[in-house]
């Protein structure tokens, strides 16, 4: 494994940390000023800065305790100063005033720039598949 490489997967073992630490600078830290993010969440594109820690706490806010995201199926493509990164992704958490927690499993796509030696992400992309039989339902319980 490259150098590179390594450098890429402690950022997400990072970001996964720092979601479940509740740790949202921490989080944010890993991206690029310019980055653009399709998020699970609606719009389609996110339009918010993505250094300010207020949605994302927010968001974990609407939890229980901070969710859990793990990464499988990783796969990183570094060259020189760009790198993308494939991953299945699973979150989990319980919903504040549910008393079941539910796991998501999504597809990950990460894009980064490498700048002054450091990798930053610049794009970052979420989906859920859904079915295809006209119903366009979301399929939130597949699994690899």
């Known amino acids: 494994m490259s150098n590179d490489e390594t450098q890429i997967r402690n950022i997400l073992t990072a970001q996964a940390a720092a979601l479940q630490a509740g740790d949202v600078k921490a989080m944010l830290s890993h991206y690029a000023p310019e980055v653009v993010s399709f998020t699970l969440a609606p719009p389609l594109r996110q339009q918010t800065?993505?250094?300010?820690?207020?949605?994302?706490?927010?968001?974990?806010?609407?939890?229980?305790?901070?969710?859990?995201?793990?990464?499988?199926?990783?796969?990183?493509?570094?060259?020189?100063?760009?790198?993308?990164?494939?991953?299945?992704?699973s979150l989990s958490a319980t919903p504040k005033g549910s008393p079941e927690p539910f796991t998501l499993w999504h597809r990950t796509t990460i894009g980064l720039r490498k700048t002054n030696g450091q990798w930053l992400i610049t794009h970052e992309h979420e989906s859920v598949p859904f079915e295809m039989d006209g119903s366009f339902q979301a399929s939130v319980n597949l699994k690899p």
């Open 49 to 89: 800065d993505p250094h300010d820690p207020a949605p994302t706490e927010r968001w974990i806010a609407t939890f229980e305790a901070p969710p859990a995201r793990t990464y499988t199926q990783v796969t990183v493509t570094a060259g020189a100063e760009v790198a993308f990164v494939t991953a299945l992704t």
